[in-house]
């Protein structure tokens, strides 16, 4: 690819939202899609990626929209066939999106590298942009609850967030290495610009963060930090962000989001609803944008990344 201008750090589907908006709103090979693999897992003997497989089904036109994740058009004959065989059905696996885990499981076995696994697929899916794990490495995120600690997809899936989160871990990230596409797009000079995208910061971004060296390879970067908040109006557009915030005795703000974020970030961007925190987050971010930051529809998506790259533009020439 060419030198990545923008770096973004993307879980599942918002992250992959703005992904999409920015390949849209600048040059699309010069986006590099860092995507976290700490939600991987091997389930009926496959290698399931859901955050690389979101941003590359998004990024391809292929998403499912009502569901959040998996492939448009799907079929299910698969599970109900698995179901009637007594199999293990709590996590489903459409008939479309089977055929990438399958395929993906061979190669890894064949011992191909996950990134050149998540390129060549890229490259099918007719994405112009690059995709890459944030480590080729196996890193597992661990939910501490009441019940004790579960797997990342057992409790999201099958016990659907349910158990009280006292805190995160990530088993394998002290040893894991960033993928090389993520070390080489620091690597010499530093990219435009590095979006953090309004994905959960506890699941989805810190697992990334985790990695060896990351901090310190944004930290090191002449580029502008920036992240978009996942909270809106003290709830999260999708998934359990607030929930987990709740549990954890962090009340669920974008401020919260400023303090988690601070020292690492140069700017955060708000949502109008939020327009009212924007001096309590200056007082852990230098910069802030108040701007419509929920993402329904293509144009909202490209809008917000017209806004963050301008914005970024912004903060670096300070
Ligand atoms: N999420 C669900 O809530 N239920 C599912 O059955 C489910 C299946 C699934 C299959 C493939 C895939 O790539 C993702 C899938 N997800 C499912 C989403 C996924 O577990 C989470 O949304 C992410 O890990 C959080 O980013």
Redesign the pocket.
């Known amino acids: 690819m060419s030198r990545a201008r923008c770096v973004a750090l993307s879980?599942?589907?918002g992250g992959a939202k703005l992904a999409l908006g920015l390949s849209k709103a600048m040059t699309s090979e010069e986006l590099l899609v860092i995507a976290?693999t700490g939600?991987d897992f091997d389930h009926l003997g496959l290698r399931?990626?859901?955050?690389i497989?979101?941003v590359s089904y998004t990024l391809g036109d292929l998403a499912n929209l009502e569901?959040?994740?998996?492939r448009r058009d799907e079929t299910w004959s698969f599970m109900e066939t698995l179901k009637g065989l007594g199999g293990e059905d709590?996590?489903?696996?459409?008939d479309r999106?089977l055929a990438l885990?399958v395929e993906r499981t061979r190669r890894l076995q064949a011992g191909e590298s996950l990134s050149d696994i998540t390129a060549d697929i890229g490259e099918r899916f007719g994405i112009t942009s690059s995709i890459a794990p944030m480590s080729d490495d196996d890193v597992r995120t661990i939910v501490d609850t009441s019940d004790g600690p579960l797997a990342?997809?057992h409790y999201?899936?099958r016990e659907?967030c349910e158990p009280k989160v006292t805190g995160f871990r990530f088993a394998g990230a002290s040893d894991a290495r960033p993928s090389q596409a993520f070390r080489a797009a620091f690597e010499a000079t530093s990219p435009g610009m590095v979006v953090i995208c309004p994905?959960?910061p506890f699941?989805?971004i810190d697992p990334i963060l985790a990695l060896p060296g990351v901090r310190r390879m944004l930290e090191a970067s002449n580029a502008p930090v920036i992240a978009v908040s996942p909270i809106v109006g003290g709830k999260a557009i999708k998934?359990p962000t607030a929930k987990m915030m709740d549990e954890l005795g962090i009340e669920p703000t974008s401020s919260a989001i400023a303090q988690h974020y601070a020292g690492l970030i140069d700017g955060l961007v708000l949502d109008n609803a939020d327009a009212a925190e924007a001096d309590a987050v200056r007082e852990f971010v230098p910069d802030v944008l108040v701007t419509n930051t929920v993402m329904k529809s293509l144009d909202d998506r490209v809008s917000l990344a017209r806004e963050v790259i301008a914005f970024s533009q912004q903060v670096s020439e300070k």
């Open positions: 879980g599942g589907v976290n939600d399931i990626c859901p955050d497989d979101t569901l959040g994740w998996g709590w996590f489903n696996l459409g999106d885990h990342f997809q999201f899936v659907r994905s959960n699941i989805s998934g």
